[in-house]
Nanobody, 119 residues
Framework: QVQLVESGGDLVQAGGSLRLSCAAP????????MGWYRQAPGKQREMVAE???????DYSDSVKGRFTISRINANDTVYLQMNMLKPDDTGVYYC?????????????WGQGTQVTVSS
């Protein structure tokens, strides 16, 4: 298993900000997409934000205007800047990387970092 290294989760008051970071190992030589997913207790994991090699980004409707994803390609590092946090943002946030080798796609995940927003 390829491990993505995540950090930045914390307990924060509503309206506050956090920045999550994720680093992929150098052995992943052909990453096409990196992103963040989150999962609340008893809920299905959902996409929060993605950034492609082209620079295009996608955001879930619930975070548009509040979250920003960015990527440092040379270091395979991705950040998620989260502003104006709400209690509904609470959950475990997982980093994701998609690797393309020829015609084969592989998906890699981090272990998750807890984000808790109190009202």
């Amino acid at each position: 298993q390829v491990q993505l290294v995540e950090s930045g989760g914390d307990l924060v008051q509503a309206g506050g900000s956090l920045r999550l970071s994720c680093a992929a190992p150098g052995s992943l030589f052909s990453i096409t997409t990196m992103g963040w997913y989150r999962q609340a207790p008893g809920k299905q994991r959902e996409m929060v934000a993605e950034i492609r090699k082209s620079g295009d980004t996608d955001y879930s409707d619930s975070v548009k205007g509040r979250f920003t994803i960015s990527r440092i390609n040379a270091n395979d590092t991705v950040y998620l800047q989260m502003n104006m946090l709400k209690p509904d943002d609470t959950g475990v946030y997982y980093c994701h990387a998609r690797e393309l080798i020829g015609a084969t796609l592989r998906d890699h995940w981090g272990q998750g970092t807890q984000v808790t927003v109190s009202s």
